[in-house]
């Protein structure tokens, strides 16, 4: 059966939510009912700078990833060396791989191994490390700093190798710059620095091929940016998973 709608078009600051009802004896109209509406989102302006970088995009295009790293130098406005950052799209939540860039991006990692001097500085609330790596003859005396070391990440978990019999090995891996890149918890989205913008263009694509390749086929687009510029899109190669 068909149906009707009625809708107050003087409405001004409220959103008109209409409700269809089938058309029935009782009722011949649709039903209108009036919410409070949501304040409008205010559009972000952007700088002169970035307007007239932005404007040397094609919008529309997918740049292979020499073309992509030579513009993301070029439109780079930051009067300071700024960072090269890459954000993905992939396939689905949960995905977690270990990566380790081909070149440095210029980030130093503090890598910290549990003994009995480390655990006595965790009971006093040093934290003077950005990772932590145990042996698992560990994790009974660690885990009554879970609710000081879980908030922040830095529970070592076999998942991504940082419970581990060899941590000395781990530690030295670590600091050679590999680490665990995973989505964000409620979206298939990964971001991370691939690099600065004083590196060289070869470089920088060897970072982001080695990236990709680490992905093994999971990443469905790619945009990278940076510290001061607009994002440009990333043509992504065909990529067999294993």
Known sequence: MGTKKNVDMTATETEVKIVEA?????????????????PAKQKKVRSKKYQAVRAQLDKSKLYPVQEAVALVKKLSYSKFV????????VKEEGISVELALPHSTGKSVRVAVVDAALLSDIE?????FDVLVAHPEFMPKLAKFAKILGPKGLMPNPKNGTLTPNPEIKKKSLEAGAFNLKTEKKAPLMHLTVGKTNMSENDLVDNIE????ALQGKALKLSIAPSMGPGIKVLIEDQDEE
């Open 124 to 128: 006093a609330g040093k934290l003077d």
């Open 82 to 89: 700024g960072s090269v950052e890459a954000h993905l799209v």
């Open 22 to 38: 089938p058309e029935t004896a009782e009722s011949q109209e649709g039903v209108t009912e009036v919410v409070a509406a949501k």
């Open 210 to 213: 080695a990236l990709l390749k």
